[in-house]
Nanobody, 122 residues
């Protein structure tokens, strides 16, 4: 079994900061990419940021320059530092592990966390 557990969501005022963390646990050999996606009410899930095992990052246009993703390959964790938050950042944030192998030469699979709510409001 593989589990992704997010933490760090909550309520923050506009202009504030939050840091999200996600830890993948279970039988894990390797993970190609880890990242964050978000879904606001009435909207589709969208990319926030991803990071590969080699450290290459990709950000959604709306968060570039404000959010920073980081990863610890040894611990299978990924963090998202969110700065200069606006009400438009309000959403449920989901952690994703893409191309996860549970053992060497095993099949690739994608996993999702349960989500953590981020609310930006005064």
């Amino acid at each position: 079994q593989v589990q992704l557990v997010e933490s760090g969501g909550g309520l923050v005022q506009p202009g504030g900061s939050l840091r999200l963390s996600c830890a993948a646990s279970g039988s894990i050999f390797s993970i190609n990419a880890m990242g964050w996606y978000r879904q606001a009410p009435g909207k589709e899930r969208e990319l926030v940021a991803t990071i590969t095992s080699g450290g290459s990052t990709n950000y959604g246009d709306s968060v570039k320059g404000r959010f920073t993703i980081s990863r610890d390959n040894a611990k299978n964790t990924v963090d998202l530092q969110m700065n200069i938050l606006t009400p438009e950042d309000t959403a449920v944030y989901y952690c994703n592990a893409a191309g996860l192998r549970r053992y060497r030469w095993g099949p690739f699979a994608d996993y999702w966390g349960q989500g953590t709510q981020v609310t930006v409001s005064s």
